[in-house]
């Protein structure tokens, strides 16, 4: 199943191209759960075959994830903590997710926007907050860009050295992203038991 889903998204990437590349991270980058690396590897390694520009690869990635950010800042905004409070449930936001959120937005600053990009599920969200709070827009925007890029750099570059060798990548990239979603969640999962075990401190 996950074989087949990555196979799609591979061949979505090079027939949508840059544009793909954006419409898939700004749902990564929203409240949609969609893994970038899925996403940004295997456009590394078209860039490395000579089908994508490595540079627009990234800018159109950073753009994508600013812009679903964005929508969430805005979401925010426009339908205040009340209303996500009671009905964001059924747009996969709890109202666990948004707590936890709020805290680490309250915790670690307006600066949580970049360092929230690096961490796996609070990127997805910690738009929210920032958003609730009516954070800067240009500060806002700012930090998502230089986080969100940090990422999309990271993977890209991924996909791009490994096409060195086409065969190894042929071979071996469902697995690797697969690994890379594993430890993902692995981390994610670290990251929960050490703030609910702060919590009971």
């Known amino acids: 199943m996950l ?14 191209g840059y544009t793909g ?25 078209l860039a490395y075959k000579g089908e994508m520009n490595i540079y627009l690869v ?32 059924y747009i996969l936001i709890s109202e666990e997710t948004i707590e936890k959120m709020e805290e680490f937005f309250k915790k ?17 969200y910690i738009s929210l907050p ?16 230089l986080g969100a890029g940090i990422w999309v750099i990271i993977l890209t570059l991924l996909g791009y050295f ?12 469902h697995t690797i992203i697969i690994v890379i979603l594993i430890l993902l969640a692995i981390l994610a999962f670290w990251y929960y038991k050490k703030n609910k075990n702060k919590k009971l401190l």
Request: charged share 10%; glycine share 10%; no cysteine.
């Open 130 to 145: 920032a958003g609730l709070a009516r954070m800067n827009l240009f500060v806002f925007s700012l930090y998502t860009s």
């Open 58 to 89: 990234v800018l159109f990635g950073i753009l994508g994830s600013l812009a679903g950010a964005l929508f969430n800042y805005y979401f925010a905004i426009k339908l205040g903590r009340a209303f996500l409070m009671r009905y964001g449930k």
């Open 3 to 16: 074989t087949n889903i990555i196979n799609f998204i591979v061949e979505t990437v090079g027939s949508l």
């Open 108 to 124: 670690h600053g307006h600066i949580s926007t970049f360092s929230g990009r690096l961490i796996p599920v609070v990127r997805q």
């Open 21 to 45: 590349i954006f419409i898939m991270m700004f749902l990564e980058s929203s409240f949609f759960p969609f893994p970038s690396e899925v996403v940004m590897i295997p456009a590394g390694y």
């Open 162 to 173: 490994l096409g060195g060798n086409e065969d190894l990548i042929k071979e071996y990239l």
